[in-house]
């Protein structure tokens, strides 16, 4: 599972850095989701390693243009270029729908596979074999969400070594000890499967804020996230406009980090008045107001990405976590 940021700035683009979009990437099902879709996110998708063509779904945080704008545009274009692209999921909070058929009642665009629109509410929003998607009302000027996606946990890994050692030929009775049963061998041995099994591979959890003062809902949801992408507006010293705005500082995200136990703090959606490399408070000081706090701070780049590593555990092995910085 690899964040990839095709946009980290707010309220407009900068030469810097695109509007809100975030890609979630899941390599080894060759599929990825994004989460909100600001003006000028296709444009960051020619310059990403994702394709238009592998898009599943898409996750509206809140209904502000720059979480937004990009959205048409963006459909259309995975018509353009996908003739048979695949169905197409966009969740969303209350008036997406809405603002959906306006748009295309206006300015119709015919899109060339199935696409289903969902309203989201507190509560599960998605769920499969591997994954589940929950969203939690977060504290903006607009109703906004946060979504944490949570991998289920992975059956261990068959120690295939243990059960040679163990003299079990290999066949059926293999599956049979894998699935965790009992077995009995021709000289009378009784084996159970659960001492050839490492233990289980716990699920990754990512969770991304939107937009949001700080809040209990979402340092609820982020408890114990192997990656909390959160938004970092503001430098404390202009809390006020953080308030004003219905934002969040730096100090404020790394607090919400550690008082949820998170393994890594990525921040994203900086106002362009830090930007200034030689100004009075740069981005530098912005990640320093954070890793005072919260150690594991990392700053979101555009077209950067964070890759987040599962938890590997061995028969008779701790569990370490693996982390790229």
């Known amino acids: ?8 700035g707010s309220g407009a683009p900068t030469t810097r850095r695109n509007v809100s979009g975030i890609g979630l990437r899941f390599l080894q099902a060759g ?36 979480h937004l704008y990009g959205l048409i545009g963006l459909l259309a274009s995975r018509s353009l270029r996908n003739g048979e692209a695949s169905t197409l999921e966009l969740y969303g909070p209350p008036g997406l729908d809405r603002y959906f058929k306006a748009v295309m009642e206006t300015s119709p665009v015919h899109l060339q596979y199935p696409l289903q629109l969902r309203i989201v509410s507190e509560g599960v ?7 589940i998607v929950t969203c939690r009302l977060a504290n903006h000027r607009v109703a906004s969400y946060a979504y944490s996606v949570v991998e289920k946990e992975k059956p261990g890994a068959f120690q295939v070594d243990l059960a040679k050692a163990a003299g079990v030929p290999f066949g059926p009775l293999y599956g049979a000890l894998k699935r965790g049963e009992q077995i009995t061998l021709e000289d009378g041995r009784v084996l159970d499967g659960k001492d050839f099994v ?13 937009d949001t003062m700080p809040c209990q809902s979402v340092l609820e949801l982020a408890e114990g996230a192997d990656l909390l992408v959160h938004e970092a507006t503001y430098a404390d010293k202009d809390q006020d406009l953080a308030v004003r705005s ?22 994203t959606h900086f106002s362009p008045r830090y930007e200034d490399e030689e100004g009075d408070f ?20 555009d077209l950067g990405s964070v890759p987040v590593k599962r938890v590997r555990k061995s028969v008779g092995e701790a569990a370490e976590a693996c982390y790229n910085e």
């Open 1 to 8: 599972m690899i964040v990839t940021f095709l946009g980290t």
């Open 31 to 66: 599929k990825w989701w994004l989460f909100d879709c600001g003006e000028g996110t296709q444009h960051q998708l020619l310059r990403a390693p994702m394709k238009i063509s592998q898009l599943e779904k898409i996750f509206i945080t809140h209904l502000h243009g720059d």
């Open 125 to 131: 929003v998605y769920e499969d074999e591997d994954v």
């Open 198 to 210: 490492g233990e289980p591979q716990p699920g990754r959890k990512i969770v991304f804020s939107g």
């Open 246 to 267: 219905g934002h969040s500082t730096a100090k404020e995200a790394a607090e919400i980090g550690k008082k949820a136990g998170i393994k890594m703090l990525c921040l």
């Open 282 to 301: 740069t981005m530098e000081d912005l990640l320093a107001e954070a890793q005072e706090i919260f150690p594991c701070t990392l700053l979101a780049e």
